[in-house]
């Protein structure tokens, strides 16, 4: 008699424990792409309608460099030319170090180390602009008129170092993002042929994570073209400068000058009115700024799409000598990179410290504002987070679902196209967006200002950088995550459901954390669409005609009264306020994202 061996056969998995269909993905993915689309189609058609509203000469915008609307003459060289060289001194300064303290917070200090760090950069990032603009009138004015011997110390050197300041955290903290989604197996492969780790970087990280980094030096182009107030605040506004030698030039760098934002964020926009030459030659500045920040765009990614960095890199390996103390020295020179954003960051908290005093009282949190600069800032405070708050309801799901589209299921051509379309609606002007919400929204629709209107005039802040950063995240996933969801037989929406939003959560909580750190310093589309000075309820009754009040526009208004102490000593106070409210911020969504991200973090 023979001894039979049951053998439990393998039960079949059940059917409710499949992903659902998951069609509503599409629906999603399709709305956040529409949403850029059609930010982009309503700026367009805002500004081509300006410029249709009378007549522009093109060839006298682009080049005469003289402004002067009483003699109707419109010349934008002069701007074009402020804009490109803020622009590329912040990113000379700006992407060196950042870039090195990414790769030293991702691949050389220990996790328990980097994290606290990686928060203070981040902290950095969510400083908003306008105190940005106060820092460099107390700090980087003062420096330049002693360098310089320029009274004042208005200037571009000023404008551009302001900027370098406020883009670095964004490089680093979207860097570090694409670094951490590299996986783990590219190192261990290259470690094991005997690599150091410097050339592990180099020719296995790298590659992987170029185009996350890119992204946030893309990111960090648009915000400089785009800044309007804090470049407002120290470049000095002088039109027609233009050097024509190069002796010139540099003497133009340490002198008051005017780019393309500062003079849409002036005055002019509102004296130019509705129509006529006047407001045709503004719009077709900011249809300007618009092809710059197209152009820088398309310029980088074919700059960087190219095979021929990795094979560089490879050809410089094999002939490199002395490398391990090659190895110690760039690990050096990246770990040091750090201690100038921290720097920064201690600088930065002492002078708000120093002066903004006002902030310690309790009452001035929870009291209302009394005259121009007397009480506290609760109303303020109140404004503040509600368009914070409903900006970024309506940002997130509309930011992720561009992201998935660009990083699972467009073609490379048109992920190209659409990264270009984004980053181009991240460069816009906010100015732009806060005059085009103002005519559309408040006076074609008849809404007045309206606390709902400020916030969807932010919505095209927040949104490119939630998609850029899911999307860069997205590219760098494991091919083998992917292959695995497939071959289990999952659909395209069930994979996007099961497998990429899981995986790209982390990048987007902190996308949606640098858009809204950036749109809560955001002053100028709320200065025409949201907030009023004095007499706005601390909550709307309504939607429609209820303005609020916001920390932003209140510190702008007292900072325009440098010569009053008691207004000085407000607008540090208020600042203070609204750096702890982005930190507040900031804390919750990095616990949230290291929740999610569990243990991803790279040793």
Not at 249 to 261: I, K, N
């Amino acid at each position: 008699m023979t001894a039979k061996t049951l053998v439990r056969q393998p039960a079949a998995p059940e059917a409710s424990l499949r992903p659902h269909p998951s069609r509503w993905v599409w629906a999603w993915v399709g709305a956040g792409t529409v949403s850029v689309a059609g930010v982009m189609l309503v700026l367009l058609g805002y500004l081509g309608a300006g410029v249709l509203s009378g007549t522009v000469d093109w060839i006298g915008l682009l080049a005469e460099p003289m402004w002067s609307p009483t003699d109707s003459v419109f010349g934008g060289l002069a701007m074009i030319y402020g804009s490109a060289v803020v622009c590329l001194i912040s990113l000379v300064l700006a992407v060196p170090v950042g870039w090195a303290g990414a790769i030293a917070l991702s691949e050389y200090l220990p996790p328990r180390l980097a994290r606290p760090l990686r928060m203070s950069v981040e902290l950095l990032a969510a400083v908003p602009s306008i105190v940005y603009g106060l820092i460099g009138i107390m700090a980087v004015r003062p420096f330049i008129a002693w360098m310089g011997d320029v009274p004042g110390g208005d200037s571009l050197l000023a404008a551009g170092i302001v900027l370098a300041v406020m883009i670095m955290p964004t490089i680093v903290a979207v860097s570090v993002d694409a670094l951490s989604a590299v996986p783990d197996r590219y190192r261990e492969a290259a470690y094991s042929l005997g690599l150091t780790r410097r050339e592990v970087v180099r020719s296995a990280v790298l590659p992987q994570a170029r185009q996350g980094m890119r992204a946030g030096v893309l990111l960090g182009l648009a915000r400089a073209l785009g800044e309007a107030i804090a470049v407002f605040l120290v470049v000095g506004r002088a039109d027609g400068r233009l050097p024509t030698s190069f002796d010139e030039l540099l003497d133009s760098l340490v002198h008051p000058g005017q780019t393309l934002t500062t003079k849409l964020a002036g005055p002019e926009p509102v004296l130019a009115g509705t129509s006529g030459p006047y407001f045709a030659a503004i719009c077709g500045l900011g249809l300007i700024l618009l092809a710059l920040v197209a152009a820088a765009t398309v310029w980088g990614i074919r700059r960087t799409s190219g095979p021929g960095s990795a094979m560089r890199g490879s050809r410089k390996r094999q002939s490199s000598r002395m490398r391990g103390e090659l190895d110690k020295a760039v690990g050096l020179l990246r770990v040091g990179a750090l201690l100038l954003p921290g720097a920064l960051l201690v600088a930065m908290l002492a002078v708000l410290v120093t002066r903004g005093s006002a902030a310690f009282a309790p009452s001035f949190w929870f009291t209302s504002a009394v005259g121009s600069s007397g009480g506290g800032v609760s109303d303020q405070i109140l404004g503040t987070l509600l368009l914070v708050v409903t900006t970024g309801l309506m940002s997130l799901p509309l930011g992720f679902g561009a992201g998935i589209l660009l990083g699972v299921n467009a073609s490379a051509r048109a992920a190209r196209v659409l990264q270009t379309v984004t980053v181009v609606v991240g460069g816009t002007p906010t100015i732009l967006l806060g005059l085009a919400g103002f005519v559309i929204i408040c006076s074609t629709m008849g809404w007045g200002r309206s606390w709902l209107a400020g916030a969807i005039v932010l919505v095209p802040v927040v949104v490119p950088v939630v998609a850029l950063t899911t999307a860069g995240r997205v590219s760098g996933m494991p091919a083998e995550m992917t292959e695995s969801a497939l071959a289990l037989g999952l659909s395209r929406a069930q994979y996007i459901r099961s497998v990429v939003v899981p995986y790209a959560w982390p990048a987007t909580l902190t996308g949606l954390l640098l858009g809204l750190a950036r749109a809560a310093g955001e002053t100028a589309p709320l200065l025409f669409t949201a907030t009023v000075v004095f007499g706005a309820p601390a909550l709307p009754s309504g939607i429609v005609n209820a303005p609020v009040q916001a920390l932003p526009t209140h510190i702008f208004n007292l900072s325009q009264d440098s010569g009053d102490p008691l207004a000085v000593s407000q607008a540090w106070g208020s600042a203070l306020v609204l750096v702890l409210i982005t930190a507040v911020l900031l804390c919750v969504a990095v616990a949230l994202r290291n929740r999610f991200e569990g243990e991803r973090w790279t040793t």
